[in-house]
């Protein structure tokens, strides 16, 4: 007799951006539901907006973290999803039309498989690769924002896709990092998508929304209008711009810069007082400056202006700028700014908030671990995590209503 190979329940999201690795493992629970079993992060190596640098660095750097993954559980570490998310991505719609197969018209599982399968028949460059074909809508005989079209009447099923795709070297050697340390892939996913999984609600989908993820070496949005993925863009800026624009305008070393963008500055100048001054030496012993609060802010607002601004172009470019009624939801290391969520008002001209999980779909061992999946750095690691759970979801066996219904169509078909 054949023993029965029971089912892996543990998931992890893994994160490597460019100045922390971050990974959530999680398990299913037998009955549903979640439950968080370790929250790790350590910093990066050889990882520059987004793109392996130098993967010796990476590997190095990844290696403690695969290696408590695995002292977890073997099984964790052979079920990864890992984040990726490198400005060349490329966004393109794609239709996909076929005829009903069917004498009666009623339109069958193997319809819509070959309907969507006419979608993803798009040309991209032998050095790309497709991350997701994002099923929009189905349309049945003109008819639009159909979400399943299974035993519908039409003569026409056409499938609304948009499909991502990217340069594969980078996709490859960002998966080979995790693969020669023992790591198996469950799955890649594009950053935004799996940072919008974590802190978007269903009804800021519905209404219109763009969720704005500020990381170290770089800035990704994702937009949503009536419950759908309406487009994505990656740009290669982020906090450690700033914070490199500090060292230079403050003459001091990068850490010290970014000790004093968190612990002094600010997105609004116009708040800080000029009289307010920091005294560097307090804080290195090295450094005999003294400057103004001011100064630090004004620096910082700059920059975040042009990352706004680039996001604001974006949502020009597809017509939803000041158009969307939910507003900006920010995400990313780059968010713990103080006055972050004031400047992305003024500048994008909406409502504007930091993205925060509902972590009553959690079981969260203790306060700690609560507040290591509140911070804005760890939202895309939940993320892949819930995109694993979805994904494990939608995999496992199961009867439901509409299987039975299905099943008893076929027997029709076949039975007069």
Known sequence: MIKKEPMNNFIVGLDIGSRHIKAIVGEAKRGGGLSIVRVLKTPTLGIRKGVVDEISEVTQSLSPVVSDIKRISKNAASNIFLGVGSSDIKVQ???????VSRADYEIFEDDINRAVQSAQAVHIAPNRMVL????????????????????????RLEVNSLIIDAFAPSIKNLSKCV????????????????????????????LGVVLIDIGFGRTSIAVYEEGKLLHTAVFPIGSGNITNDLAIGLKVAVPLAERIKLSFGSAVA????RRDSIDLSKIDASVKTVITKKFVSEIIEVRLAEIFELINNELK????????????VLVGGGVKVPGIVELAKHELKLPAQIGNPDLTQFEVKDAETAQQL???ENICALGLLLWGYDERARSKPSVSGKSIGFLKKMFRYFVP
């Open 374 to 376: 509140e911070d804005p």
């Open 93 to 99: 719609s794609s239709i996909g039309v076929v005829a």
């Open 270 to 273: 116009r708040d800080t007082l």
């Open 132 to 155: 997701h074909s994002i099923i929009r809508e189905y349309i049945v005989d003109g008819v639009r924002d159909i979400q399943d079209p299974l035993e519908m009447v039409g003569n």
């Open 179 to 206: 693969e020669v340390l023992g790591g198996e892939l469950g799955g890649l996913i594009l950053s935004p998508l799996a940072s919008a999984r974590a802190v978007l609600t269903k009804n800021q989908r519905e």
């Open 317 to 328: 470019y597809i017509g939803k700028a000041g158009k969307l009624p939910a507003g900006a």
